[in-house]
């Protein structure tokens, strides 16, 4: 391979481990997953970068990881973000068709998406996405590409994600600093849901919740496009957090407990079980109720999901989910999680699987690494546009690589 | 409840003008009146009460009450409650007096020292018994003030409590969230007799203006009667076209109500909202929605009247009560319980007593000899006799660490800290 340029990189960032991916794609489009690095991370808090010498290091490693299983040199990545302060909204922008022969250009779409990205946002945010959901064409409704229609007036839905400008800035500045170009920065909970769904269940309306370590990010599709995304500042650490204080163990303690003990749903047989804690000569050290911890859990769990069902009920999608939800992150490998998830949202619910991805399918098909898959995908999709775009660049680009090698 | 005036379900009229009389007591109430006499409360019947001439003699009001005896010889009460209440119970017929005749009595009153902590119980007492309804807006003193007058406060108001059909209160120290460092003593104390002013005024509105959706006086009295807590109040103003909007922005980000804190763990909630002529029925619902939105738990009892002096602004009220916080985490209106314990080693005879929550009965009438014996304490080194009922000291409650989160960005969703684990939030019993 001479040509690096269908190398692919998905770099998270998260609450408990920093992630890369490596992806291959070939010359068909098709996308293969050749590299998984990873590291545990230290220096991030609810998703923010919280202490930056850390998160470089692990940063680092995991690259470096990363580069060794694919054997590529890492120059560029599309980068994770999530937090508190990312919002997502609809809007809507208007644009008037003002060509004698009232054709819709490719450039009266470029203007009516910049109008929708005009929005009146705080100074100190920045757009992180502006997803075009449907065009209208005189108000015609339902329209994906209306470049060659006839019309007066194009308007566009857009969905906006948006976020604090510094905050997104310290993530970016971060790998920067690591000597690494940033492609573009991605929502976590939008790159889970371009790994885990279809095409058809996008269609048919689907919710994608994706619990990780210090955020659950969510996104709902319905009828092929992005309707709404959020993120809630809680995640498995919270989880872990809680255990600590309610069962009075260490913070590492209870984070082991948790995988070792943990459910989204109290077990019949565990009622009054209890467990030994023991120290690492094997002396037992204090006894812990498992009926306790898994209330805790429990309670923390359906929490979560009860928040977001109430941010679905009061943006009014809760009808529009006929494909169901897809639980993904770390948070999805909790026992009963499902099951939980069902009783609060009322809908089938299921764990996600990546499905549309070759390359080290076992090693990858699992939640926590959904969000870096999704980072490659969303990475594929616009090397795929970019190419498709302009078939004369292309191949000045091509040449002039060409010319440039030594 | 004596005063049960009938209210008609429906009225256009405007409310019948309820006799009100306003009574300050101690410096700070008689203080208080004075800004509350440049304000619209017309109708009322202003009353100063104090033991200081001084205080008294700087008054505008027309009815002064002071009291005195030989035995207190023109000093005051020199800080001290019992004195206060001394003499309240001496001159308590006069009390009576001032009151009667009266629907509403509002007792305005700076706790913590002598005057005001003393007389208020006892005059909340003399008002009840003229069949009046008593609603108490007192000030917790600031916390640099020190323990003995948080404790004098405390007890003075869990007296207070008692007697009165409802209790506001709010804790000084909670004001400093308002106000910006520089700010100096002066115009500190100004703002907090402000801030009380404002609640009085919430509650007088809602009792005399016209009500499009009327506030039930059965609702209100039943709301502020029996929640043996502080409530909690904020009072915001707005206008322009997104007035319903920025109201409900500044009510959220009142320090009152600690980012709607206060109203995601208040059990009642009153609103009383207020506009000139063009109030809408949309703006009205919205800032409902988006209040009941934040109290869940919360019974809501709401109002809306309009004020043709009020133009193109929207006020709204809003009066947070929460129930038997005893039986909760330290409530957020509290004042600092860890001051009760400071003082013990004055009173040499103190009765250790438990701490049942609603234990806080009326402390008994004194008898002749017992009064004379609080008054004639000037300079006298003679221990205190242990009149009024102590209170078992209270530590506060254990303290929820966010352990992890502890320093980072809180994570607070309609007032829910989700930092603090679900289970504690939720009240559910390990066990």
């Keep these: ?406 | 409840m004596k005063t049960k005036p009938p209210t008609p379900a429906v009225t256009l009229e405007p409310a019948r003008m309820r006799a009100a009389r306003i009574i300050g007591v101690g410096s700070a109430g008689v203080g208080l009146l004075e800004v509350m006499r440049r304000e619209e409360f017309a109708g009322a019947g202003f009353v100063a009460v104090n033991t200081d001439a001084t205080s008294l003699a700087g008054s505008t009001v027309a009815l002064k009450i002071h009291l005195e005896t030989r035995l207190l010889r023109g000093l005051g009460t020199g800080g001290d409650p019992e004195r206060g209440r001394a003499i309240a119970e001496e001159q308590f017929a006069t009390l009576k007096t001032a009151c009667e005749g009266a629907d509403v009595i509002f007792i305005v009153a700076g706790l913590g020292g002598g005057a005001g902590s003393g007389i208020a119980p006892v005059l909340a007492r003399a008002a009840k018994e003229t069949g009046a309804l008593v609603l108490a807006f007192v000030t917790l003193p600031f916390g640099c003030e020190g323990n003995r007058r948080q404790e004098q406060a405390q007890q003075s108001l869990d007296q207070l409590r008692v007697v009165a059909d409802g209790v506001i209160c709010l804790p000084c120290q909670k004001t400093f969230k308002l106000i910006d460092e520089n700010t100096s003593v002066l115009d500190t104390f100004r703002i907090t007799g402000e801030l009380l002013v404002e609640g009085v005024r919430g509650v007088w509105r809602l009792l005399t203006r016209p009500g499009l959706i009327q506030i039930h006086f059965d609702d209100f009295c039943a709301l502020v009667r029996n929640r043996h807590s502080e409530s909690a109040f904020a009072s915001v103003e707005a206008s322009g076209p997104a007035r319903s909007r920025e109201v409900v922005e500044k009510l959220l980000n009142h320090p009152l109500l600690e980012e709607g804190r206060v109203l995601a763990e208040s059990d009642a909630v009153l609103v009383s909202m207020m506009g000139g002529k063009d109030l809408t029925m949309a703006e009205v619902g919205r800032v409902m929605e988006q209040i009941n939105r934040h109290c869940e738990h919360a019974k809501v009892i709401m109002g809306a009247a309009v004020d043709e002096g009020m133009k193109a602004l929207l006020s709204v009220t809003v009066i947070a009560a929460r129930q038997n916080p005893d039986a909760k985490i330290a409530a957020p209106g509290a004042a600092p319980a860890s001051g009760e314990s400071a003082d013990t080693s004055t009173f040499s005879k103190r009765q250790p007593v438990a701490a049942v929550p609603g234990d806080n009965a009326p402390p008994p009438a004194f008898t002749m000899e017992q009064r004379e014996h609080a008054l004639a304490r000037h300079g006298s080194g003679r221990a205190r006799k242990a009149v009024a009922k102590m209170r078992q000291a209270q530590l506060p409650l254990a303290i929820i660490s966010k352990g992890r989160f502890d320093k980072s960005e809180p994570t607070i969703h309609k007032g829910e800290d989700l930092d603090i684990p679900t289970y504690i939030r939720r009240g559910v019993a390990l066990n």
């Design chain 1, 1 to 406: 391979m001479f040509d690096d340029s269908s190398i692919i990189v998905g770099l998270e960032i998260g609450t408990s481990k920093v992630c890369a991916v490596v992806g291959e794609q070939g010359a068909d489009g098709a996308l293969n997953i050749i590299g998984l690095g990873q590291a545990r991370s230290r220096g991030v808090r609810k998703g923010e970068i919280a202490d930056t010498a850390q998160a470089e290091e692990d940063v680092r490693n995991a690259i470096v990881e990363a580069e060794q299983m694919a054997d590529v040199e890492i120059r560029n990545v599309y980068l994770g973000v999530t937090g508190g302060h990312i919002r997502g909204f609809n809007n809507r922008g208007v644009h008037p068709v003002v060509s004698a022969d009232r054709e819709i250009s490719e450039d009266d779409v470029q203007d009516v998406i910049k109008n929708a990205k005009a929005i009146n946002l705080p100074t100190e945010n920045n757009v992180v996405h502006a997803i075009r959901q449907h065009f209208f064409v005189d108000g015609q409704d339902g329209v994906t590409n209306p470049v060659g229609m006839l019309g007066s007036r194009l308007e566009v839905d857009v969905h906006v994600v948006h976020g604090n400008t510094n905050r997104l800035q310290n993530a970016i500045r971060l790998v920067r600093g690591l000597q690494l170009e940033v492609d573009e920065i991605v929502f976590n909970g939008l790159a889970s849901s371009l790994a885990l769904l279809t095409g058809e269940q996008k269609e048919l309306g689907a919710l994608v919740i994706d619990i990780g370590g210090g955020t659950t990010d969510y996104v709902v599709y319905a009828g092929g496009v992005i309707r709404h995304t959020g993120v809630l500042a809680v995640g498995g650490d919270h989880v872990s957090n809680d255990l600590a204080y309610g069962l009075k163990v260490p913070l590492s303690r209870a984070e082991k407990l948790k995988l070792e003990h943990g459910s989204a749903l109290l077990d019949e047989k565990n009622k009054g079980q209890s467990v030994t804690i023991t120290n690492e000569l094997g002396l037992p050290l204090k006894t812990v109720n498992v009926e306790h911890l898994q209330r805790i859990m429990s309670l923390r769990l359906e929490e979560i999901f009860q928040l977001v069902a109430q941010d679905l009920e009061q943006a009014g999608l809760f009808d529009y989910l006929r494909a169901g939800v897809f639980l993904g992150g770390g948070g999805a490998r909790i026992p009963h999680i499902a099951r939980l998830a069902e009783q609060v949202l009322q809908m089938p619910v299921s764990i996600g699987q990546t499905n549309s991805i070759s390359g080290l399918k076992s090693a990858l098909n699992q939640p926590e690494f959904f969000t870096a898959i999704g980072l490659v995908k969303f990475g594929s999709f616009k090397t795929r546009k970019r190419e498709g775009k302009s078939l004369a660049r292309d191949i000045k680009v091509t040449l002039r690589r060409f010319l440039q090698r030594p």
